[in-house]
């Protein structure tokens, strides 16, 4: 019962964070998105499984991913109070037509939890004279 009400408390309170920190915010369509991914550690020792990352566009009707998604697995042991940076590039599509664009991160750990990130980017329309 105590391992159980521990496990509870260490994936809630001091768990690791992800932040993807990019190089700019505002974009054209084909052009490329590059920054790092930064993780976090917490107050315990946590195992990571993997990174993922989509382009998801919303509009008024929905949500819906907007590219392929960034997939990167990894069996990693992170420690505590530490920072990781993980290199961050890609390729927006050409055709973009969407209202808002953002990058959703999950930071999905060896006991199934995930952490879940957004960070929003404008995508400007090239205007034709």
């Known amino acids: ?8 408390v ?18 054209f369509p084909g052009e490329k998105v590059t920054g790092s991914f930064i993780i976090k550690g917490g107050l315990f020792e946590q195992k990571l499984s993997r990174l ?7 509009s008024a009707a929905a949500q819906s991913p907007a590219a392929d998604a960034i997939m990167i697995f990894m069996s990693e042991q992170i420690p505590p109070n530490t920072s990781k940076r993980i290199p961050f590039s890609f390729q927006l599509p050409a055709q973009m037509e969407g209202s808002r664009y953002y990058f959703e991160t999950k930071l ?9 990130g957004q960070d929003a980017i404008h995508v400007t329309q090239p205007s034709f004279l």
């Open 108 to 116: 999905c750990f060896g006991d199934g939890k995930k952490c879940v």
């Open 52 to 58: 993922e990352c989509d382009l998801v566009t919303e």
């Open 1 to 8: 019962m105590l391992n159980k009400l521990m496990s509870e």
């Open 10 to 27: 260490k994936g809630r309170i001091g768990s690791l964070h992800i932040d993807l920190l990019l190089d700019k915010n505002e974009f």
